[in-house]
């Protein structure tokens, strides 16, 4: 839709109607993602474009800012938000949002299902069952949640409701993260090797970006050893993807649940082809309910900003005080 005069921005991937109507009803959209030739879309209309709302898999950097000369604001959709180069809107002046809180529950609700469905083999046994093969015999018993000890990589906002969830089932529980936090009753540990050492189950639930890229590696598999069990809903670049295939190749880890991978939505054959363990195609938030509600925040944060009211929830590479 066009309307002379309006604030323009601009999508970066597709936004479910609940969200892009209400974007389109209060600014004029330009759908970048659907253009075939990108650069010419923003020779185009690059010039008027003062926001985006950002989502899919166009990386939102240096080089878009550059095709948007008065651009003054982000909103991303999604917690994460390595696919937007943060720290060069901050250095540019601009306004970064994301979509803290409003999935955390669900994120937490998901990790728990994937943790037990790895533990518990609950996709094999469902294929199991449709196979007929239930007729010639039981489905050999599987490993435990009980005595296994937890440790939780990204204790923040996911990482916590996780922890909180996991408290009901009766399982110790450890974290590792860059600070140890004051207010929460679990073991801290500043090395992620110890701790992969003392517990039998990694989930990881830590942010994107450098700081963490392949923090998971082959040696921290080592550590975790032939009853480990590994979970990521985090991001794909915290696990080294190919020390993982041969940890469970090799059966030197029991398992994994994975919700990310390094190179989405391209999952490696041989991660596809290993029976034991359990892929999922980054589902975390994909609810009805919780998609609403992260489409809802980018909607209010653009709006807020337009308004001349600030962004409601900054990044903290784009803090913003209120005047
Ligand atoms: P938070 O910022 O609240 O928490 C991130 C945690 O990661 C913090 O506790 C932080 O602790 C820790 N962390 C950050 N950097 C490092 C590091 N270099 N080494 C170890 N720990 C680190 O984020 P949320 O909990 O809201 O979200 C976490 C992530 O979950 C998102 O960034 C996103 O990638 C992912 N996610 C995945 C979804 C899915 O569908 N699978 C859906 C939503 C989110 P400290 O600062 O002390 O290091």
Redesign the pocket.
């Known amino acids: 839709m066009t309307r002379p005069n309006a604030t323009e921005i601009i999508m970066t991937g597709p936004l479910m109607a609940y969200a892009a109507d209400q974007l389109k009803a209060r600014f004029t959209v330009h759908e970048l993602w659907k253009a075939e030739d990108k650069a010419a879309f923003l020779r185009d209309v690059g010039e008027r474009v003062r926001g985006i709302a950002g989502g899919g898999h166009i990386r939102i950097d240096g080089a878009l800012f550059d095709a948007l000369p008065k651009l003054e604001m982000i909103a991303n959709f999604?917690?994460?938000?390595?696919n937007v180069d943060a720290a060069e809107a901050g250095k540019r002046g601009l306004v970064v949002s994301?979509t803290?809180?409003v999935?955390?529950d669900?994120?937490a609700d998901?990790?728990i299902g994937l943790l037990l469905s790895t533990i518990r083999q609950l996709p094999q046994v469902d294929r199991y069952l449709r196979e007929g093969k239930w007729l010639k015999g039981a489905y050999p018993l599987t490993t435990s949640l009980r005595k296994r000890s937890i440790g939780i990589?990204?204790?923040?906002?996911?990482?916590?409701?996780v922890a909180h969830r996991l408290e009901a089932f009766g399982v110790p529980i450890a974290?590792?993260?860059?600070?140890?936090?004051a207010d929460v009753p679990y073991r801290y540990y500043p090395s992620?090797v110890e701790m992969a050492a003392d517990v039998d189950t990694l989930v990881s639930?830590?942010?994107?970006?450098a700081?963490?890229h392949h923090?998971i590696n082959a040696e921290v598999l080592k550590a975790l050893g032939p009853n480990g069990i590994v979970v990521?809903?985090?991001?794909g670049t915290v696990i080294d993807e190919k020390a993982l295939i041969e940890a469970l190749q090799n059966k030197t880890i029991l398992s994994a649940g994975l919700?990310?991978f390094e190179d989405e939505p391209r999952v490696p054959a041989e991660l596809i082809a290993i029976e034991h363990a359990v892929l999922?195609p980054?589902?975390?938030?994909?609810s009805v309910h919780t998609r609403e509600q992260m489409g809802q925040l980018v909607v209010d944060n653009l709006v807020s900003w337009f308004d001349g009211k600030g962004p409601l929830t900054p990044v903290p590479e784009t803090p913003w005080k209120k005047a």
């Open positions: 999604g917690v994460g938000y390595d994301n803290p809180d999935l955390s669900e994120v998901l990790t990589v990204g204790l923040g906002r996911i990482g916590k409701a974290y590792h993260g860059r600070t140890r936090q992620l639930v830590a942010p994107g970006g700081s963490t923090i990521n809903v985090g991001r919700d990310v999922l980054h589902v975390g938030s994909a």
